[in-house]
């Protein structure tokens, strides 16, 4: 069970990332996330306000009006609802709330395609957190964010700029709710070596 609640913790850092962004359009896109050793690709799908991600484990659906998230197991027709707390944002277009500096440190291509690379200074629990980010100059979408320290990073590939269905963004009706058997999201360590 362990195995796949770091699965979906995993999961989880990808709608946190979202939480303080507002895009100008709806997109779609691979994502690869990197940290510690361990690679998880998935889809990305970001309507107007709310955000999907597929991984192989787990599919979340983040609603960013009432900040909640629903982390949806398809094998067991199964979902979890939580509430979506700010502490893994990653930097975008716009401002994050924590955001205390963001310098701009020139222009690079990223997958084929030209962005500003930022160096982004944030608070999170008291403490200054620095991480990198580009920003694509045509879509202003973010196509790369990454720890200065590179312990992790998030890519995003082959993006398309279109409106996303709504149905996307449904927990669907066959699908049962199930309670956390334990005690919240920051009880979680996807990293725990213990197994």
Partial sequence: MRY??????????????????????????????????TTVQGKIFVGKNKVRLETPQVITISILDTKTVYLLMPAQKMYMRVPLEASNLIAGEEKMDSEIERKFLGKENIDGKLADKYRVVYLLN???ENILTWIS???????????????????????????????????????????????????????????
Wanted: negative net charge; glycine residues 6%; proline residues 4%.
């Fill in 137 to 195: 100059t045509d879509t202003k979408i973010p196509l790369k964010t990454a720890s200065e320290d590179g312990l992790w990073s998030q890519e995003f590939k082959n993006i398309k700029v279109e409106n996303q269905p709504d149905y996307l963004f449904v927990v669907p009706s066959d699908y049962q709710e199930f309670q956390s058997p334990i005690g919240g999201l920051k009880d979680l360590n996807m990293f725990n070596k213990d197994e």
């Fill in 126 to 128: 008291n403490k200054r």
């Fill in 4 to 37: 796949k609640i770091r699965f979906i913790f995993f999961g989880i850092l990808f709608v946190f990332s979202f939480l303080n962004l507002s895009f100008s359009q709806e997109f779609s896109a691979d994502v690869i996330s990197k940290s510690q050793g």
